[in-house]
């Protein structure tokens, strides 16, 4: 718990103010909920005994006093406290996510994007109330058992020896039941992330599922993992609620053994009335914030879970590092005996590649052969695990990703169109400039098409791009690559959704490109390959041929194999 605590501790800095005020709001609290405890001497003494009638009138008006400096110090106390707490976890939860999107895509392919969105949103948010009101529960609640255990031995020594042995040792049960808890919320955070990750996967796949109208199996599916997240928090309950039975059990043995002693040390003579029925407010009062302190360290076993699980994944540091030397243009790319594994399945074997810029080349072959792996390595989504990628005659990894990333721009089969208008899903993240937008989108083929719709370049996409076809999709993307002019130009299948009416339109717009850049084309037909300059044919991760068209065709077995 204190390592939790600790590890926010930085946080706290920035809230001084606003912690200072919890801090003498608790103060109140404590002070005031003593106060009252205190009261029932004078009381039960002065008024019901002694018939002091001044008391009459002050005592009613100090009760008021002292509930009124409770009520405004809690609620003071809980917004200020609440506020931190909540702060914190907007900070956390900002940091958390870019961390994440800075790690390797290889990360992200291992990880469940489910899975991911539960770290963020519900394992951020259980860490919240423990480093705001679980923290100043804490402290509120110490200051405040504290303050009513002082007029407990105040009031009688004694008898409060007598209970203060029995109340701790029900700390014992409590305890155990802590340390349990915190597995079973180990493993209902656990299943809870299933849970977020069967459904974003199913309505990702959603086409999927109606197609193959497995609609009742993934509801199946799904109950069965919807039950066992149930299973396992109703074990988690089992636990949690025994807590408060038990610590009431407890108090009411030292409320019995409190009665029967002090009852006796009254009828002797030895106390007041007043001061054993303060002594017994105070008792009973204590009972309440001692619960509530051993509800939060349960609650704490749950922030802990959350905080390990959000801890383990910060601690992880991207394997492909950003070099520091900027990326202008690009006049020569080159991949000296490369190879590339992915874990321990080698998906390149020492790949020789030259190209230079003003070249098309073009890599073809089987599915699976290695052609997406090159294109990987030239964005830098994975490092080679032996040989270099050259730019410009430097290792590839000297340069930054920023700039690698800003020259070398990709379309790949699987399109990415993001919720918003036509306009900003070609600038993507870079300054709107609607007259380079136009001018990507003519190069793409696709100007006519937008121009023809009711909103134009306004008209809003969704995430799945249903208002568009596929083809119209992939022409978007061409569209978002072109206005970033960049300087190696990677079609990774980019044109396999399109025509050949489209398909001739953007390979002209190559063409047309191509002088200035570097152009790698990837695809299955033989068409789209014709324009390069050369031709790598990859299979099984290496290149068994290479050369221009016609010469492959004379000369290459396998390429002869591949187009007849
Ligand atoms: N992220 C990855 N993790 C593990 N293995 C991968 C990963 N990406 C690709 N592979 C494997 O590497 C090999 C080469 O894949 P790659 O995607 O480069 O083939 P490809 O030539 O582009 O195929 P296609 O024509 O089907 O797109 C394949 O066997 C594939 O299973
Ligand atoms: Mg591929």
């Known amino acids: ?44 003494d002065e008024i019901f005994l002694n018939k002091n009638t001044t008391m009459l009138y002050v005592l009613p008006l100090l009760i008021l006093l002292a509930y009124l400096a409770k009520g405004v110090g809690s609620y003071v106390q809980q917004y200020s406290m609440t506020f931190v707490g909540q702060d914190i976890v907007r900070k ?97 955070q656990a299943r809870n992330a299933d849970l977020t990750a069967s459904l974003s996967e199913m309505f990702a796949n959603v086409e999927a599922i109606k197609a193959y109208h497995t609609e009742s199996f993934e509801a199946g599916r799904f109950a069965r993992s919807n039950q066992a997240c149930l299973d396992v928090s109703m074990k988690s309950v089992r636990f949690a609620e025994l807590v408060v039975p038990i610590m009431e059990f407890f108090s009411s ?41 051993s509800q939060t360290l349960a609650q704490f076993q749950d922030a802990i879970a959350a905080h390990e699980r959000i801890q383990s994944m910060m601690t992880l ?14 006049d020569s790319i080159q991949f000296d005996a490369v190879s590339l594994a992915y874990g321990d399945k080698e998906a390149l074997h020492t790949v020789d590649l030259a190209v230079k810029k003003g070249e098309v080349i073009a890599l073809v072959g089987n599915s699976g052969g290695g052609k997406s792996s090159i294109t990987s390595l030239l964005l830098r989504f994975f490092d080679a695990s032996n040989g270099v990628v050259r730019v410009n005659g430097q290792d590839i990894r000297d340069y930054s990703f920023v700039s690698v990333r800003s020259r070398i721009a990709i379309v790949t089969q699987r399109v990415h169109i993001f919720n918003d208008s036509i306009a900003a899903n070609v600038a993507y993240g870079a300054p709107l400039d609607e007259a380079r937008v136009i001018a990507a989108l003519k190069k793409a083929n696709i100007w006519e098409h937008v121009a023809g719709m009711p909103e134009g370049l306004h008209t809003q996409l969704n995430e799945a791009g249903t208002n568009l076809s596929g083809g119209q999709r992939q022409r978007i993307a061409i569209a978002r690559a072109l206005f970033r002019d960049p300087r190696v130009l990677i079609l990774d299948e980019a044109t396999s959704a399109l025509d050949n009416q489209s398909e001739a339109a953007i390979l002209e717009t190559i063409r047309a490109l191509a002088p200035d850049i570097i152009t790698v084309v990837i695809a299955h037909r033989l068409k789209s390959v014709e324009i390069a300059d050369r031709i790598y044919l990859i299979q099984n991760g290496r290149v068994v041929c290479q050369g221009g068209k016609a010469e492959l065709m004379r000369d290459c077995i396998h390429f002869r194999e591949l187009y007849q």
């Open 317 to 330: 540091n991207p394997e492909v590092k950003s070099g520091d030397q900027a990326l202008h243009d690009v």
């Open 1 to 44: 718990m204190f390592t939790l605590i600790r590890s926010y501790w930085p946080e706290y800095r920035h809230y001084r103010g606003k912690l200072l005020l919890s801090f003498f709001a608790m103060l109140l609290v404590a002070g005031a909920s003593a106060g009252i405890a205190w009261m029932m001497k004078p009381l039960l």
């Open 253 to 293: 043995i030292s409320g019995a053994v409190v009665i029967a002693v002090g009852g006796r040390q009254v009828i002797d003579g030895e106390l007041t009335v007043g001061a054993f029925f303060s002594f017994l407010t105070a008792l009973f009062m204590a009972v309440d914030p001692i619960r509530r302190l």
């Open 92 to 188: 956390v939860r900002d940091r958390l996510l870019e961390h994440l999107l800075h790690l390797d895509l290889a990360f992200f392919h291992h990880h469940h994007s489910g899975e991911l969105i539960s770290r963020i949103s519900s394992d951020i948010g259980r860490i919240q109330g423990a480093v705001s009101s679980n923290v100043a529960t804490l402290v509120r609640e110490s200051m405040t058992a504290v303050a009513l255990i002082g007029i407990v031995v105040y009031q009688s020594p004694y008898l409060a020896f007598i209970t203060l042995v029995v109340i701790p040792a029900s700390y014992i049960p409590v305890d155990m039941i802590s340390r349990r808890l915190r597995r079973i919320s180990h493993d209902a």
